[in-house]
C-alpha cells in the first residue's frame, strides 16, 4: 500500500503577526468623561457673556499691557541670569574642602529656600527701615562714600535682589548635583595632565554639569516667570499689576485677568518651547561623539601647549 504524504502545514511567524491592542473599557468610559468635561468647560468659555471676550481683545495689545509684559520678562530674565550665577558659586563653595566655604554657602542655601519670596521681597523693599544710610570710611578717618539706602533699594531692585537670591539657592543644590554626576576620573585625568582645579572645572565639569541641569533649569525659569507676579505688591507695574491697575479704573476685573492669563500661558509655551529646543541640541546621547571630541580637545590643549613649551 502507497505511503501517503501529508502536506505540512506552514509555520506562523510571531514577528509576522499583527499585533493588537487589548482595550479596557474603564479607559474609553474614562475617556468619554474627560472629553465630555472639556466640551462643557469649552462651551463655559465660548458662551458666557460674563468672559467678556470683546473687552480682552480690546486690553490684549494695550501699550499698558506690553510695557508690563517687557518688565515681567526683564525681572525674569535679569533674575534667572543673577541666581544662576550666584548657584554656580555657591555649588562650587559647597563642593570645596574649606569647611568656612562649606558653612557659609550652607547658610546662604539654607536662609533663601526657607524664606518665601514674597516675605524676601517686603524685606528688601523696607530695607531702610533697618539700614538708613551705608557708609564707607577710613577707620578713624574721613567718609569716602555715602549712599542713602531709600535712593538704593527701588521697586526694582528689590524684586531684582528678591528673587533672585531665592534661585540662587535652588540653582546651587541643582548645580552641586550636576557636578556630583559627572565621573571623578575626568578630574583625575585632567590632574595628570597638569590642569589646574579651576581649569578642570571650567573647561571640562561645569559644561558636562549645564547639560545634566538645563531640564531642572528650564523648570525654574517657568516657576521664575511666574514668581515675578509676586512683586505687585511693591507697586511695580509689570503684567500683573499693569491689568490691576486697567480694571481698578474700568471695573472690567474678569477681562483683565484674563489678558494677564493669556500673557502668562504665552510667555510659559514660549519658555517652554526653548527649553525642549536647547535640551534637544544639548543632549548626550544625541550628541556623544562630538561631546568625546570635546572633551579630548580640552583635555589635549594643556598637553599640547608644554609640549611646545618644552621645545622651545
Known amino acids: ?29 474614562a ?8 466640551l462643557l468647560f469649552l462651551e463655559v468659555l465660548v458662551n458666557n457673556p460674563n468672559m467678556q471676550w470683546a473687552v480682552v481683545f480690546e486690553y490684549l495689545f494695550s501699550p ?24 554656580v558659586i555657591l555649588a562650587v563653595m559647597r563642593l570645596s574642602s574649606s569647611r568656612v566655604f562649606q ?10 529656600r526657607g524664606v518665601p519670596p514674597l516675605v524676601q521681597l517686603i524685606f528688601w523693599y523696607n530695607m531702610a527701615l533697618l539700614i538708613p ?3 564707607i570710611s577710613v577707620p578713624f578717618g574721613p567718609t569716602l562714600v555715602n549712599w542713602d539706602v531709600n535712593d538704593l533699594i527701588t521697586p526694582f531692585s528689590a524684586a531684582i535682589m528678591g528673587l533672585a537670591f531665592t534661585e540662587s539657592a535652588y540653582a546651587a543644590e541643582m548645580l552641586r548635583a550636576g557636578i556630583r554626576a559627572v565621573s571623578g576620573g575626568q578630574t583625575e585625568a585632567c590632574a595628570t595632565l597638569g590642569m589646574t ?18 531640564p531642572p533649569i528650564g523648570n525654574d525659569t517657568i516657576s521664575m516667570l511666574k514668581f515675578s507676579s509676586l512683586v505687585s505688591i511693591l507697586a511695580l507695574p509689570d503684567l500683573l499689576y499693569s491689568a490691576q491697575m486697567i480694571y481698578a479704573r474700568t471695573y472690567q476685573t474678569i477681562p483683565l485677568l484674563i489678558v494677564a492669563t493669556i500673557w502668562y500661558l504665552v510667555l ?5 518651547l526653548i527649553e525642549h529646543a536647547v535640551e534637544a541640541h544639548f ?10 571630541r570635546a572633551l579630548v580637545s580640552n583635555l589635549k590643549a594643556p598637553f599640547a601647549l608644554r609640549r611646545k613649551e618644552d621645545l622651545a
Do not use: N, Y
Not at 499698558?64 to 548657584?87: E, S, V
Not at 510659559?268 to 517652554?272: C, D, E, L, V
Not at 548626550?284 to 568625546?292: G, W
Open 283 to 292: 543632549d548626550v546621547t544625541r550628541s556623544r561623539p562630538s561631546l568625546s
Open 268 to 272: 510659559t509655551t514660549a519658555f517652554t
Open 197 to 214: 582645579r579651576w581649569q578642570s572645572l571650567r573647561r571640562i565639569v561645569l559644561p558636562q554639569a549645564l547639560r545634566i541641569v538645563i
Open 1 to 29: 500500500m502507497p505511503e501517503t504524504k501529508t502536506k505540512p502545514t506552514p509555520s506562523r511567524d510571531i514577528h509576522a503577526a499583527t499585533p493588537v491592542p487589548v482595550r479596557h473599557m474603564g479607559q474609553w468610559l
Open 133 to 135: 544710610r551705608i557708609t
Open 31 to 38: 475617556g468619554a468623561v474627560l472629553l465630555v468635561v472639556a
Open 103 to 112: 558653612s557659609v554657602a550652607w547658610g546662604w542655601i539654607w536662609f533663601f
Open 64 to 87: 499698558d499691557i506690553l510695557k508690563g509684559l517687557g518688565i515681567t520678562l526683564m525681572l525674569t530674565l535679569l533674575a534667572m541670569l543673577l541666581g544662576l550665577l550666584l548657584g
